[in-house]
């Protein structure tokens, strides 16, 4: 005898089976999943990227603060700063040159100043200038 099953499927009634639906409820959750880690992401980017703009900014007051000096008192520093809770280390290092190797009047002062803090996933932020005398 065949096989018949005891209950037909009439062409008129539609619907989704369970199977179907454990499948889109993992290609949703899978979409999220990658949604949220995008967004996560690109928020901690921001958060790097406001550091790094503060960072900046210290370096520039800083070098400011040392030109305020005078070029005869310049010479290397180093110190902190705390914006918004988080410590930026400094480092100023100043070395002498000359614009013309045969005039030992000509000389300037390069200024490297070097501003890290311990979050920073990058190089620190590094700004270089002269003064001349």
Do not use: H, N
Request: negative net charge; charged residues 20%.
């Amino acid at each position: 005898m065949p096989y018949r099953p005891m209950y037909r499927r009439s062409p008129r009634v539609q619907g989704i089976t369970l199977v179907e639906v454990m499948v889109a409820l993992i290609v949703l959750a899978v979409v999220v999943i990658g949604a949220a880690a995008f967004f996560a992401a690109g928020r901690g980017t921001i958060e790097e990227s406001a550091q790094r703009r503060t960072a900046a900014q210290v370096g520039q007051q800083q070098l400011e603060i040392a030109r305020a000096g005078g070029y005869e008192a310049l010479a290397d520093a180093e110190g902190t700063a705390t914006v918004d809770g988080v410590e930026y280390s400094w480092t100023l290092t100043v070395t002498g040159a000359l614009a013309d190797p045969g005039d030992a009047e000509s000389g300037y002062k390069q200024m490297c100043m070097v501003v890290d803090w311990p979050r920073s996933r990058g190089s620190p932020v590094t700004i270089e200038t002269a003064m001349a005398p």
